[in-house]
């Protein structure tokens, strides 16, 4: 049984267009991420929530809007996609200190 | 200066050799450190956790935290072809947003 499961798992898709991400836990967590990974496999954090309440937000364009319809559920939909969005997209989910991930959604803006 | 650096290698090492991964870190609020090992393709996979200094042991793996130093390594004993992967260190403090900060992440490949 998966942990974490975000669908969907490959994305290819235009610019200009919108797009949406789903994630699901069922770990009983109350606190869900979502991470952006670079070419460079470098992992930076876009968006926290904590019991469907934003805790963190980084410095994240305003096109990307996370929603959390409760807390294990944690959505990301973009909207107008750009070149420069093409990279994996991990949502993960924490106890209070160990976070455990997704297997990712590679997006690739054409 | 990042909060957390790593270098990212790669790195190359025969089977049965120790290896030894390293991160610093300049935020002395970090309490929790964990390593993840990612396989291409994958999601991050938590190998190891520990809370503040000392070590931690788990089958051919050990995990130490210095953070006198601000630095903390994973040792890997008699290497393994399936342990190539990219290994991420990752910490956060116990206070305030719960985020977990990444370092760049080392590529290692074990030779048979």
């Known amino acids: 049984d998966t942990a974490v499961s975000q669908t969907p798992k490959y994305l290819v898709t235009q610019m200009g267009n919108d797009k949406s991400i789903k994630c699901e836990q069922n770990?009983?967590?109350?606190?869900m991420y979502w991470y952006k990974q670079d070419s460079k496999k470098f992992l930076k954090i876009m968006f926290s929530?904590?019991?469907?309440?934003?805790?963190i937000n980084e410095t994240v364009p305003n096109r990307f809007s996370p929603k959390s319809p409760d807390k294990a559920h944690l959505n990301l939909h973009i909207n107008s996609l750009e070149l420069g969005d093409s990279a994996v997209y991990f949502c993960?989910?924490?106890?209070?200190?160990?976070?455990?991930f997704g297997q990712g959604t590679r997006l690739t803006v054409v | 200066q990042k909060e957390v650096e790593q270098d990212p290698g790669p790195l190359s090492v025969p089977e049965g050799a120790i290896v030894s991964l390293n991160c610093t870190y300049s935020?002395?609020?970090?309490?929790?450190f964990m390593w993840y090992r990612q396989y291409s393709r994958k999601g991050p996979e938590l190998l190891m956790y520990?809370?503040?200094?000392g070590n931690k042991e788990d089958g051919r793996f050990t995990a130490q935290v210095d953070k006198s130093s601000k630095y903390i390594s994973l040792f890997i004993r008699d290497s393994q072809p399936s342990d190539s992967a990219t290994y991420l260190c990752?910490?956060?403090?116990?206070?305030?947003?719960?985020?977990?900060?990444f370092g760049q992440g080392t590529r290692l490949t074990i030779n048979p």
């Open positions: 770990l009983g967590h109350d606190t």
């Open positions: 929530y904590n019991n469907k309440e934003l805790i």
């Open positions: 990752a910490m956060r403090s116990d206070q305030g947003a719960q985020k977990l900060v």
């Open positions: 935020n002395s609020a970090f309490q929790y």
């Open positions: 520990t809370y503040s200094s």
């Open positions: 993960a989910s924490s106890s209070y200190a160990e976070a455990f």
